[in-house]
C-alpha cells in the first residue's frame, strides 16, 4: 500500500504561508524640537513680536565737561506661525471586511500620520540655517559663522569643530552645552581619520574619542566641547564659501543649547490633533491629523554652519 509522501499530498500543502505581523519602516529618533525656544505667551493671532534693545554706549569723559547721553538702541524680532499641515487617509467598509490586516493597519494610521507631521517640524528647524545669507561667511565679530568644510575633499576635519568653537566665542556665545547635529557621512570622515584609529601613535587623542564615535543618536564622546549627534534631516547645500565649493554638501549645525540662548524659536497655534469620522456616502472611515505652527532662526550670533561634502564616502 502506497503511503503519504510529497507527491500525493501536494494539495495539502500551502504554496505561500502570510506572517500574522505587518512589517513596518524603520525610524530614526527625531531631536530637533528640544532645541527650540517654544513660546507659551502666543495666544492668538499668526504674527509674534519680540521687542529688543542694544548695548549701553561708553565715552571718554574730560573733568569739567557736560556729560553727552546715548539712548539704547531699540529694535523688535518677529516670527510667524507659517506651517498649516494635514495628513489624512481612509478606508472602505469593503477593505476592512475583505482584508485579513485591516485591524493592524488601521491601528497604525494615527501613528504614522503623527511621524510624518513631526519630521515635517524636524526639516524645518535643520533649515532654518538657510536664514543665514548662502555663500557667504555670514561674520560676526569678525569670525565666520557659515564656512565650507576643510578636510580633504571638503569633508569635514576636526579643525572644523575648532573654527566653530572659535566663531561662538567671538559671539559671546556660552561655551557649555555645546551640540553639533552632523550628517552621517561626517561621522565616517572622522571616524577614519588616521590620527583617530591609530590612538596608539597619537595619545593626545587617547581618552578623547575611542573606537567609533556613534552610538545611536549620540556619540560616545565630544569634540572640542561638542556633544555630537547625527541626523539625516539637515539641509542640502550646494555652495562656494571663500572660494571653496560643496559639490554635493550637508549643512552641519553647531551651537550652544545653554538655557536662555537657544538659536532657535518657535510656536504652536495647534498641536497635532487627530479627528476621524465615518462618511456614510462614500461607505468608509476617515482619519486625519491637523497641526498649526511656526519657527524661525532666533539667534544668529548662536549657530555656525559647516558645510561638508558627502559624495566622498
Same mark, same amino acid.
Given at each position: 500500500m502506497a503511503g503519504m509522501n510529497s507527491t500525493n499530498t501536494e494539495h495539502l500543502r500551502r504554496a505561500e504561508v502570510w506572517s500574522g505581523q505587518l512589517k513596518d519602516i524603520l525610524e530614526d529618533e527625531l531631536m530637533a524640537k528640544g532645541y527650540v525656544n517654544w513660546m507659551s505667551e502666543f495666544p492668538d493671532g499668526d504674527t509674534f513680536t519680540v521687542?529688543?534693545? +542694544? !548695548?549701553? /554706549?561708553?565715552? %571718554?569723559?574730560?573733568?569739567?565737561?557736560?556729560?553727552?547721553?546715548?539712548?539704547?538702541?531699540? +529694535?523688535?524680532? !518677529?516670527? &510667524?506661525?507659517?506651517? *498649516?499641515?494635514s495628513s489624512a487617509t481612509y478606508i472602505t467598509?469593503?477593505?476592512?471586511?475583505? $482584508?485579513? *490586516?485591516? %485591524? !493592524?493597519? @488601521?491601528?497604525?494610521? #494615527?501613528? &504614522?500620520?503623527?511621524?510624518?507631521?513631526?519630521?515635517?517640524?524636524?526639516?524645518?528647524i535643520m533649515n532654518l540655517q538657510s536664514q543665514q545669507t548662502a555663500s557667504n561667511k555670514n561674520l560676526i565679530n569678525g569670525a565666520a559663522?557659515?564656512? /565650507?568644510?576643510? +578636510?580633504?575633499?571638503?569633508?569635514?576635519a576636526l579643525a572644523d569643530f575648532a573654527k566653530a568653537l572659535y566663531a561662538l566665542k567671538k559671539a559671546n556665545v556660552p561655551d557649555v552645552n555645546l551640540i553639533a547635529i552632523v550628517d552621517p557621512s @561626517?561621522? *565616517?570622515?572622522?571616524?577614519?581619520?588616521? %590620527?583617530? /584609529? &591609530? #590612538?596608539?601613535? %597619537?595619545?593626545?587623542?587617547? +581618552? @578623547?574619542?575611542?573606537?567609533?564615535?556613534?552610538?545611536?543618536?549620540?556619540?560616545l564622546?565630544?569634540?572640542? $566641547?561638542?556633544? /555630537?549627534y547625527t541626523s539625516n534631516y539637515l539641509a542640502d547645500a550646494n555652495e562656494t564659501i571663500d572660494g571653496k565649493t560643496t559639490a554635493a554638501g550637508k549643512a552641519n549645525l553647531f551651537f550652544s543649547a545653554a538655557p536662555g540662548v537657544l538659536p532657535f524659536i518657535g510656536a504652536w497655534r495647534q498641536m497635532p490633533t487627530v479627528e476621524s469620522e465615518y462618511n456614510k456616502d462614500e461607505q468608509r472611515e476617515e482619519y486625519v491629523t491637523t497641526a498649526r505652527y511656526g519657527v524661525k532662526l532666533y539667534r544668529p550670533e548662536n549657530l555656525v554652519v559647516v558645510l561638508s561634502d558627502t559624495d566622498q564616502v
Open positions: 521687542p529688543s534693545i +542694544g !548695548q549701553a /554706549v561708553v565715552r %571718554n569723559y574730560a573733568e569739567g565737561s557736560s556729560i553727552q547721553y546715548d539712548a539704547l538702541a531699540t +529694535g523688535e524680532f !518677529q516670527f &510667524s506661525i507659517s506651517e *498649516y499641515l467598509n469593503k477593505a476592512k471586511q475583505d $482584508g485579513f *490586516y485591516m %485591524n !493592524q493597519l @488601521v491601528a497604525e494610521f #494615527v501613528p &504614522s500620520q503623527a511621524r510624518a507631521i513631526n519630521e515635517h517640524v524636524e526639516r524645518s559663522h557659515r564656512f /565650507v568644510a576643510s +578636510g580633504t575633499n571638503e569633508t569635514m @561626517v561621522e *565616517y570622515a572622522i571616524n577614519t581619520l588616521s %590620527n583617530i /584609529v &591609530s #590612538v596608539s601613535n %597619537n595619545p593626545r587623542w587617547e +581618552g @578623547v574619542i575611542e573606537s567609533s564615535m556613534a552610538s545611536g543618536m549620540r556619540f564622546k565630544n569634540i572640542y $566641547g561638542f556633544d /555630537v
